[in-house]
């Protein structure tokens, strides 16, 4: 049976151009949708006043001041797989969970991987370019066939791991380098350290978070231990690789291309210049963040993020939560769910249930859990009762947020 709606409407911003499928979904359970392009962080700030959900993609960055201005904010979706934009931290101090979509563009990203291994390697960019200014040049030289060829892969998450099934596919041979142990499929091989994978490979692509340890995880001395005349492609994140220290490495003949899909500096509007290090290089692709842009992505993503969130607004759910514990509680019939989220104190638990005792409260079903700073509390009491708990809770000094869900 489809649950019931929504019990109050509810205010979701969503922006930069989110699929409409996103909004019918919001709109199926009673929320009151609202949609923008790119908002400037004033104009966002003046939106978010009253904002119970707010959607973006990769262009809005979200701060602690931000997030702590925005009083009636319960939730943030990423309709995107990073979410470095998002201070996640501040985030859940404030109580607000972050929802992102790691699965949605998941094959768009590989499948341009792909292709873009096949473009280096028959220079195609190259022999596009000489066209279109006039210029015949039929050759083999320096063209090769990517079977039989070795794809390194740093990072092999959800869209590592599927270019490695694509790769493979192709004929090439496949090693990878995670941070954490993860099972290989097909023939691809795990390789102990990223010099390693370097070192082997005739293509190198990074698939990686941004992290502490990822910023500037590609500079001179890396580039310096690849093969001669190897390629390299990021679609993950702009920090991640030296910008600099690749063009000089392509300038040299060390390496025989690249391919970026993204940059440590990225313009915030369609409408604003781009300028890099890399530009003029005819042996570099360069793409501006199109990774997981295209419409069966937007279209998988804007199914993928809101049912998290309304599984959150309506039962307290953080099941793919970015930045809180995970819990699901099934819904106990004839009941009230408060939904509480509190300073990780030693007797903030205890405090709760002394409130709750003194009230007389039946509790039908709950479940806790704790996570770094913060507890995350799903309570089911009777329903005489409910709106008295939902106020003695909220009252308790380690509170952060408490909701009761009718």
């Known amino acids: 049976m489809r649950p019931e709606p929504l019990p109050k409407p509810l205010k979701v911003l969503l922006l930069e151009g989110i699929h409409p499928l996103a909004r019918e979904l919001f709109s199926d359970e009673g929320c009151a949708v609202e949609q923008a392009g790119t908002l400037l962080p004033d104009q966002l700030r003046a939106r978010l006043t009253d904002t119970t959900v707010l959607g973006v993609r990769s262009k809005t960055r979200l701060p602690a001041e931000l997030l702590s201005e925005a009083k009636d904010l319960l939730a943030v979706g990423c309709f995107c797989i990073g979410t470095d934009h998002v201070d996640l931290a501040a985030a859940r101090r404030l109580g607000?969970?972050?929802?992102?979509?790691?699965?949605?563009?998941?094959?768009?990203?590989?499948?341009?991987?792909?292709?873009?291994?096949?473009?280096?390697?028959?220079?195609?960019?190259?022999?596009?370019?000489?066209?279109?200014?006039g210029v015949w040049h039929r050759t083999a030289a320096g063209a090769r066939e990517v079977r039989g060829k070795t794809l390194g892969i740093v990072g092999y998450g959800n869209i590592g791991s599927q270019v490695s099934v694509l790769a493979e596919a192709m004929g090439m041979r496949v090693v990878f380098f995670d941070i954490l142990p993860k099972a290989p499929l097909g023939g691809a091989r795990s390789r102990a350290s990223l010099g390693e994978v370097l070192r082997e490979s005739d293509f190198v692509t990074l698939h990686v978070p941004e992290t502490a340890l990822t910023r500037g995880m590609i500079g001179g001395p890396q580039l310096a231990e690849m093969k001669k005349g190897a390629h390299l492609l990021n679609a993950s994140r702009g920090s991640v690789v030296e910008v600099s220290a690749l063009a000089d490495a392509l300038k040299s003949g060390k390496l025989a291309g690249a391919a970026l899909d993204v940059f440590p500096d990225e313009p915030d509007r369609d409408s604003e210049d781009f300028r890099s290090e890399l530009q003029g290089l005819d042996n570099v692709i360069l793409t501006p963040h199109i990774g997981g842009a295209t419409q069966e992505a937007y279209s998988a993503i804007a199914q993928e993020v809101p049912t998290a969130l309304i599984r959150f607004l309506k039962g307290g759910a953080t099941t793919g939560a970015v930045n809180f514990p995970p819990i699901e509680l099934p819904p106990s019939p004839g009941s009230h769910r408060i939904v509480n989220i509190h300073r990780n104190h030693p007797s903030a638990l205890s405090e709760i249930h002394r409130a709750l005792h003194g009230l007389g409260a039946r509790i039908l079903a709950q479940a806790l859990v704790t996570e770094d700073e913060i507890g995350y509390l799903l309570l089911d009491t009777a329903p005489e009762t409910s709106s008295a708990v939902r106020t003695v809770i909220a009252a308790l000094e380690a509170s952060i947020r408490t909701r009761l869900l009718a």
């Open 96 to 133: 607000i969970p972050v929802f992102n979509a790691p699965l949605g563009n998941t094959r768009s990203v590989a499948e341009l991987i792909v292709a873009e291994l096949v473009l280096l390697s028959r220079q195609l960019g190259q022999r596009n370019g000489e066209l279109h200014r």
